[in-house]
């Protein structure tokens, strides 16, 4: 093992910035967390806008699923704009067990 020889840092002076924080940063970080750590729970009625789905997606041109183009157990909420165009008015109104194209 080599030696090494630390000098002296008794010296060297360190500053540090004051860090401001708003009421509304607080507040996002808390929301997320939130929606991070949330439970989720089955209801009966038909999704809406902020639920969150288990959706099983496949893509087809001509008919014909696309090869890698399926995708089950996704969970999605509905509004947040994450996946493919369209999504959330497809998946909007339907109940569990639901189809849409």
Do not use: H, M, W
Not at 38 to 55: C, F, L, M, Q
Not at 92 to 100: C, R, S
Request: net charge negative.
């Amino acid at each position: 093992r080599p030696e090494i020889e630390i000098p002296d840092y008794s010296g060297i002076e360190v500053t540090v910035d004051a860090l401001e924080v708003t009421d509304e940063e607080v507040e996002k970080a808390v929301e997320q967390l939130r929606e991070r750590f949330a439970s989720t729970n089955p209801v009966e009625r038909a999704a809406v806008d902020g639920d969150v789905v288990t959706i099983d997606l496949e893509a087809k041109v001509d008919g014909e699923v696309l090869e890698d183009g399926v995708a089950a157990g996704v969970s999605y909420t509905i509004g947040s704009g994450e996946l493919l165009d369209g999504i959330d008015e497809a998946v909007t109104g339907l109940e569990a067990g639901g189809e849409a194209t």
